[in-house]
């Protein structure tokens, strides 16, 4: 994956396979996620319906899972869909918030938000089940709740999105993302409610990631007025534009001679 290249040329709109071509290409980490989720959907969907169970149970994050493989279990479970048939709801919402961030801020930076968000969230909503069954509020079989899926990286990219939007434009995706996701956790929420509340959290705290935030966009944009005139007053000047010096201005022809002819 490429680290952030904030000065990349734009994206060729003359030829609609390159522009899809530059557009994969700089947002490796999308894709490559993408067509994982591909494959395993499609396992999903040929797999007879014991070995499907077997699978997304296998690959859940819960909490039988974690404690008993808790490292594959955090990172397989996002590469899974419990719905094969929502795969290509998943192919636009990846174009429209994972490629526009990664891009944005770079792979790895995308990477570290979407990938801690994930894991964090992860964690978070199993220790919020394990509470409510230590509790009697959830029934002792929910330690094998199915629990795999993509949407707590899509909700922290979704956070993270919000600084990419220039005003007024930002406050009306604002209000529409906490809406969204702010419902459900009002009315009723369950375990990935709450998990999805902690991604979108995350996304909104990783500001300091982005280009905007270090800098990086002002360095590779336009330039600014005091750098504009830094130029120009190192610049060496124009001989002929210079102001004369009266000094060694040639002198007119002497008082009582004769003034040059016309020719």
Same mark, same amino acid.
């Given at each position: 994956m490429e680290p952030p290249d904030h000065g990349r040329t734009p994206l060729s709109g003359h030829n609609p396979l390159i522009w899809v071509r530059d557009w994969v290409r700089s947002t490796p980490g999308?894709?490559?996620? *993408?067509?994982?989720?591909?494959?395993?959907s499609l396992v999903i969907a040929s797999a007879s319906e014991g070995l499907e169970q077997f699978l997304i149970h296998r690959t859940s994050s819960n909490?039988?899972? *974690?404690?008993?493989h808790p490292l594959p279990s955090l990172l397989i479970s996002g590469f899974w869909i419990e719905?094969? #048939?929502s795969f290509l709801l998943y192919v636009v919402l990846f174009e429209l918030l994972h490629a526009n961030v990664e891009r944005w801020v770079g792979s790895w930076r995308? *990477?570290?938000t979407v990938g801690g968000a994930h894991v964090a969230a992860t964690l978070a909503s199993q220790e919020l089940v394990l509470l409510a069954i230590e509790g009697h509020r959830l029934p002792r079989s929910m330690t094998h709740v199915v629990d795999i899926g993509v949407s707590y990286g899509l909700a922290a990219a979704a956070g993270l999105l919000?600084?990419?939007?220039? *005003?007024?434009?930002?406050? #009306?995706?604002?209000? #529409?993302?906490?809406v969204l996701f702010g419902i459900p956790l009002i009315t009723g929420a369950t375990f990935t409610d709450f998990g999805h509340a902690i991604a979108l959290t995350m996304g909104f705290a990783a500001w300091p990631l982005t280009p905007a935030a270090t800098g990086e966009e002002r360095e590779t944009g336009s330039r600014t007025a005091p750098d504009m005139d830094a130029d120009r007053a190192s610049a060496p000047e124009d001989p002929a534009s210079a102001p004369e010096d009266p000094a060694?201005?040639?002198?007119?022809?002497?008082?009582?001679s004769d003034p040059p002819s016309a020719r």
């Open positions: 999308t894709h490559i996620w *993408l067509l994982i989720i591909g494959v395993t909490i039988h899972e *974690l404690n008993e719905r094969p #048939g995308w *990477l570290l919000t600084y990419r939007l220039r *005003l007024p434009w930002r406050y #009306g995706y604002l209000i #529409g993302v906490l060694s201005a040639p002198e007119g022809p002497a008082k009582g």
